[in-house]
């Protein structure tokens, strides 16, 4: 397994940590929204053709660019490095510094990066995005996907150079120059943050922001073009940590009394609750329209709780949160790795590394999620991070 | 009329390589209500004057012979404040600001003395004032009570995508985008005066129009006439407030001037 090796952009904001601003309360006086950027019907071009993964999409015209609100669309922001791989300029950081670093990147700014772990979910996400705007032409509920990254601006070049290369529909983007990005999440109204960083990403949970660490798959699965699958795990993901606290602390025994005990009491909700609220507030408007069946999202539950007993919990949570999860797999502690290769998703949720390790093995798409209990817990890191 | 007075606490600046920097009399002092005996109070601009201050000592700590420093004068053309040039010169020299020269006018003369000192930014709360100022081919940026008010290590100048000037036809317009690009460039050879960390200048754009590619073509421009960025936030119609709230720039440039939203 490759080492975790030490995140060129950590060295970069620890240096310049007495530049950074900390961010001061935002939101309270919004510009207005410019009026004349508002879009117009009836210059938009309505017939959105459905976008085939392998197509040129037709490049919209400026001036009729449609662009959501932030706080109406469901907003993805992804680190540079997990939407791409850049182990190459990471290793010319490390071993060069920061200067040659940079001017690496302008010298091969026309040399398109390669796909990170990220890359399929944002593509999922704008394929997503085309069923949505063929059945809802001028609504904003779609998904944005923002740019953010602490890369310093001197790479901005290559890396709209690579969006366009991959043919990717980012518009929005933050390049912080090594600041903290958290301030910036809230002023996108992010409802999830993807890294490389585990650092930030802990920043962003503890800011409320649903995020999750990315790595560099050695091996990718391949995994559905025309629907989008996010697979959770239950416990301090959807839920809160309150009942692995319990079986870390006193056992699988003490663990299952405690359910019991509880079954008819909620669990508290964990940091992706809101992303899962966030898909099904989108899948209803695909059933709304009769597409139940062929609905482009598909969610999974994939907990190590058991059907019989423990899960009736998770399950009685969810239904009281009025949430619905399409699949809910009870692996009562069975290894979760085959069957997420049966799932496929482009994304999948743990708070246990050794569960994310687990998955990577088989060539799962899966996600660090740091909270709880289980960090004080978790295996050595043997991935290494995205770049 | 225009009369200038040098400051004589201050070591003058080579006017031929220093950056003129202007900045209007009524940004930099408020009257005190009622006396006018007791001196005026600090205004808006003062955290810009104290930052590019700072700015002035670390490019003389890279290189003590350095030449290319922001040059500061005063401008005022209301004649009160001209009767009262003693207390004015005596306040800057109270609150430490080192401005090297007073340029005292008639209103219809401001432009003459814009032009006479060489200025290659004029600062100013007053809308007409930048745009006229504009108009007549002097980069100019309106400074208002949100921009950074903290003291600040750092000088953080934001560029909007209108920052470099379409070229449109007339005269006029022309030498007001070379008067606006040769600004530029040296905003940028200061910058490269300084690495990549710990810099005391930092340069940003947002682009709040237009999608990534009318952002890469901005930061194409500004790369070609030597400014390199070292932020980038393509809002792509996101409202601006609650990124310029946290971005704190001392300084915004864009073609003319612009209010800051919100």
């Known amino acids: 397994m490759v080492k975790m090796s030490l995140d060129p952009m950590q060295v970069m904001s620890g240096q310049v940590k007495e530049l950074k601003r900390s961010p001061s309360s935002n939101g309270d006086t919004r510009g207005s929204w410019e009026e004349k950027e508002e879009f117009d019907p009836n210059q938009l071009d309505l017939t959105v053709k459905p976008k085939t993964v392998t197509g040129r999409r037709a490049r919209k015209v400026e001036g009729a660019m ?25 290793k010319v950081f490390e071993q060069k510094g920061v200067e040659e670093y940079l001017r690496y990147q302008i010298e091969h700014e026309n040399e398109p990066f390669a796909p990170g772990p990220a890359f399929a979910f944002v593509k999922a ?8 705007r063929e059945l809802y032409p001028q609504s904003e509920e779609l998904f944005d996907i923002v740019l953010v990254t602490y890369n310093h601006a001197h790479v901005g070049i290559r890396l709209i150079n690579t969006i366009n290369h991959h043919n990717l529909f980012i518009e929005r983007f933050c390049m912080t120059g090594g600041s903290s990005p958290i301030g910036y999440l809230k002023a996108w109204h992010t409802n999830l943050y993807l890294s490389a960083d585990a650092e930030k990403v802990r920043e962003a949970l503890g800011e409320g922001i649903a995020a999750a660490t990315m790595f560099m798959l050695e091996k990718m699965t391949e995994v559905s073009e025309s629907q989008l699958r996010v697979a959770f795990d239950g416990d301090a993901v959807l839920f809160s940590d309150e009942s692995e606290r319990i079986f870390k602390t006193h056992g699988l025994d003490k663990f299952f009394e405690h359910e019991k005990e509880n079954e ?5 909700h964990g940091p992706l609750k809101g992303f899962l609220e966030a898909l099904g507030k989108l899948q209803k408007k695909f059933y709304a329209k009769g597409q139940r069946l062929d609905c482009p999202i598909r969610t999974y539950l994939v907990t190590a709780r058991s059907a019989a ?10 239904r009281a949160w009025g949430l619905e999860i399409d699949e809910a797999l009870f692996l009562a502690g069975a290894p979760k790795g085959p069957m997420l290769e049966k799932i496929r998703p482009h994304i999948y949720f743990d708070d246990q590394m050794f569960h994310v390790e687990g998955a990577a093995e088989m060539g799962t798409i899966a996600a660090h999620v740091p909270y709880g209990i289980a960090q004080k817990y978790n295996s050595q890191h043997k991935m290494s991070t995205g770049k | 009329m225009v009369s200038t007075v040098q400051n004589t606490d201050v070591k003058q600046k080579d006017v031929g390589q220093a950056v003129v920097v202007a900045v209007s009399f009524a940004a930099v002092f408020e009257a005190e209500p ?17 930052v590019l201050q700072k700015v002035n000592e670390r490019l003389l700590e890279e290189n003590p012979a350095e030449h290319q420093l922001f040059d500061i004068i005063l401008i005022t053309t209301d004649s009160w404040q001209q009767q009262q040039s003693f207390s004015i010169i005596n306040s800057t020299r109270r609150h430490g600001l080192e401005v090297s020269r007073f340029c005292f006018s008639k209103e219809e003369d401001f432009i003459e003395s814009l032009m006479q000192n060489n200025v290659q930014l004029f600062l100013t709360t007053d809308g007409n004032e930048a745009l006229q100022a504009t108009q007549q081919g002097v980069p100019s940026a309106l400074l208002d009570k949100n921009l950074a008010s903290c003291p600040s290590e750092q000088l953080r100048v934001l560029f909007c995508e209108d920052a470099i000037i379409q070229p ?6 022309a030498s007001k985008k070379s008067a606006q690009q040769s600004f530029l460039a040296q905003l940028g050879q200061i910058r490269q005066k300084f690495g990549m960390f710990n810099s005391p200048v930092c340069f940003t754009l947002v682009t709040s129009r ?15 006439l030597g400014v390199s960025v070292d932020e980038a936030y393509c809002l792509g119609g996101a409202p601006r407030g609650p990124f310029l709230s946290l971005l704190r720039p001392h300084l915004l440039l864009s073609d003319g001037f612009t209010q800051l939203d919100g």
């Open chain 1, 66 to 90: 449609f662009f959501p609100k932030p706080e109406n669309a469901v907003t993805v922001a992804v680190s540079s490095r997990v939407l791409f791989r850049t182990e190459r300029e990471q």
């Open chain 1, 125 to 132: 996400l704008e394929t997503v995005n085309s069923r949505l």
């Open chain 1, 264 to 268: 008819d009491r909620l669990l508290d």
């Open chain 1, 309 to 318: 007993s423990s899960g009736i919990r998770a399950l009685k949570t969810l």
């Open chain 2, 34 to 50: 009622g006396d006018a005996r007791s001196g005026y109070r600090l205004g808006v601009a003062l955290p810009l004057l104290q």
């Open chain 2, 168 to 173: 449109h036809a007339g005269s006029t317009a």
């Open chain 2, 210 to 224: 237009g999608g990534k590619d009318s952002c890469c073509s901005t930061l194409k421009s500004l790369r070609a």
